[in-house]
C-alpha cells in the first residue's frame, strides 16, 4: 500500500533550527511536496523535489533522497509565524498526491 | 478574486438537508480537486476533474455528488449527510497533466452535520 509517515507534533524555540522528517511508500514516484497549514486557512507549497539532494529557499530547506524514501524540511531561524502544521506529499506513477497526517510544530518564545 | 475561493466558508447542516459546496479558481488552471480534511488524519483525496472530466472518484459515498460546469467552477452537492462527514472540506486547482503540477488550495469549508 501507500503509506506517508511524519510525527504528529513537535516544538521548537523561536530563533532556533528544526527538522521534520518524512519517510514515503508509493507506487512509482514523481516528486515530494511539503505544504504549510496554518490553522484554519488553506495549505500553501512550500517546496518540490525530484532529483536526490538539498533545495533552500530562504530559511526553508529541503531534502530528498529517493534511495531511502525519506524528505526533510529544514526551516532555520524560526519565528513564531511558523508556528502551522507542516504536510509531506508523494506523488505516485498517476500523479495524484498521497498525503501524511501533518506535522503540528509549535513555536515557544 | 485571486486564487481559489470557496463558498459558504462555514456550514451546519441536520442530516435530512441538502446543501452544495461551491469552489471557483482563477488561476488559469484545468484541473480541480476535492479534498476531505479530517482531525490528525491525512488529506483524502474525494474527487479530481481534469479538462472538465471526471478522472478520479476514490469510493466516495453517493451521498457526495460533484458537479464540474466548466474548468473554473466545481461543485460539491451534500444530501442525507452522517455526522462522521463533518470535516473541513478542501478544493485544489492546478494545471491538468503529469509532471511537477503544484496544487493551489482553497481556504476550506468547515463543514458540521447534527
Known amino acids: 500500500g501507500q503509506n506517508i509517515d511524519q510525527p504528529t507534533e513537535m516544538t521548537a524555540t523561536e530563533g532556533a533550527i528544526v527538522q521534520i522528517n518524512c519517510t514515503y511508500q508509493t507506487s512509482g514516484f514523481n516528486g515530494l511536496f511539503w505544504y504549510q497549514q496554518h490553522a484554519g486557512e488553506a495549505p500553501t507549497f512550500l517546496s518540490y523535489n525530484v532529483l536526490d539532494g538539498l533545495e533552500e529557499k530562504g530559511r526553508f530547506s529541503s531534502f530528498l533522497s529517493r534511495s531511502k524514501g525519506y524528505s526533510y524540511l529544514l526551516l532555520k531561524e524560526l519565528q513564531m509565524k511558523d508556528s502551522a502544521s507542516y504536510l509531506c506529499?508523494?506523488?505516485?506513477?498517476?500523479?495524484?498526491?498521497?498525503w501524511g497526517a501533518g506535522t503540528k510544530l509549535i513555536i515557544k518564545p | 478574486e485571486t486564487g481559489v475561493t470557496q463558498t459558504p466558508r462555514h456550514l451546519v447542516m441536520g442530516m435530512t438537508n441538502k446543501k452544495s459546496l461551491k469552489c471557483e479558481q482563477h488561476?488559469?488552471?484545468?484541473?480541480m480537486y476535492w479534498y476531505k480534511q479530517s482531525a490528525k488524519k491525512p488529506l483524502e483525496l474525494m474527487f479530481v476533474y481534469s479538462l472538465e472530466e471526471r478522472v478520479e472518484n476514490n469510493s466516495v459515498p453517493s451521498r457526495f455528488s460533484p458537479e464540474c460546469p466548466n474548468s473554473s467552477h466545481l461543485f460539491l452537492h451534500l444530501h442525507t449527510l452522517q455526522p462522521e462527514d463533518s470535516a473541513l472540506y478542501l478544493c485544489?486547482?492546478?494545471?491538468?497533466?503529469?509532471?511537477?503540477?503544484?496544487?493551489?488550495f482553497g481556504p476550506g469549508t468547515r463543514l458540521t452535520v447534527l
Open positions: 488561476l488559469g488552471h484545468n484541473a
Open positions: 485544489a486547482s492546478s494545471r491538468a497533466g503529469g509532471d511537477y503540477n503544484e496544487q493551489f
Open positions: 506529499a508523494a506523488m505516485d506513477s498517476n500523479y495524484q498526491l498521497i
